[in-house]
């Protein structure tokens, strides 16, 4: 396995590998046709084994604190995506990917790197394991209509809301359990020393 920055021609490869890496999760639903590309600069690494891409990692990072990330005053590295293709993971390329990626981090001056997940007790272990500390949690809730029905959202005549997907940061259980699906996103923030 090898470790390299990510060039134009991996899009295909890196957009297969982030599908299938999180097809069981909870993002399973969070499908991109094209690569994503950042207002500012990053680091971009992609993992190759037998000519394929089996690992990524992709992080947006700050010339100014606080434009990015969240978590602190000073200026950090927002990892927008990390994913292993599900046929080589646990043989440490998501590890690797981190371990590559702090090191450019730590040479940039960045201070910490934050990622945001959402509930899933294997990736909220893999994130503990890789010494992040989970800071910060709100709810992502999805409605049906129904549900719709009893809030009085304002829309434009002739528009019928059939679905949202909202950001909730209270815990009314009323709010909680109108959603149809709920999630826990959580933030998980890692220190540069
Ligand atoms: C999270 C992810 C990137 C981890 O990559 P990976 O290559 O499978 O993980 P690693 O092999 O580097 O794991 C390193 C350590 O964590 C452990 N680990 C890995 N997956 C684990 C799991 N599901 N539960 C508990 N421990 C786990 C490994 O056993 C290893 O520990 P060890 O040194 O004791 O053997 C990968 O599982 C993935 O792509 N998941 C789906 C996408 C995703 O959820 N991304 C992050 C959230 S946005």
């Known amino acids: 396995m090898m470790i390299r920055p990510y060039t134009d021609a991996d899009e295909q490869g890196w957009l297969r590998c982030r599908v299938l890496a999180f097809l069981n999760t909870a993002y399973f639903d969070n499908v991109l046709q094209k690569k994503?590309?950042?207002e500012n600069p990053s680091i971009e690494?992609?993992?190759?084994?037998?000519?394929?891409?089996?690992?990524?990692?992709?992080i947006e990072y700050e010339m100014?604190?606080?434009t990015i990330c969240t978590a602190h005053d000073t200026v950090g590295g927002m990892i927008w995506h990390i994913a292993v293709h599900p046929d080589y993971q646990h043989r440490h390329i998501g590890e690797e990917l981190i371990k590559a990626a702090l090191?450019?981090?730590?040479?940039?001056k960045l201070t910490y790197l934050e990622a945001w997940t959402r509930d899933n007790a294997k990736i909220q272990k893999w994130y503990e394991k890789m010494r992040f500390v989970q800071t910060y949690t709100y709810h992502h809730l999805y409605f049906d209509e129904p549900a719709l029905e009893k809030y009085d959202l304002s829309v434009p005549a002739q528009v019928r809301p059939v679905t949202m997907f909202a950001h909730y940061t209270g815990s009314d259980p009323d709010v909680l359990n109108r959603a149809s699906r709920r999630h826990l996103c959580m933030c998980y923030v890692k220190r540069i020393i």
Do not use: S
Not at 45 to 58: F, K, M, P, S, W
Not at 103 to 108: D, E, V
């Open 103 to 108: 090191k450019q981090a730590k040479a940039l």
């Open 45 to 58: 690494l992609v993992a190759i084994e037998n000519n394929q891409i089996v690992g990524l990692i992709d």
């Open 36 to 38: 994503e590309h950042y």
């Open 64 to 66: 100014e604190p606080q």
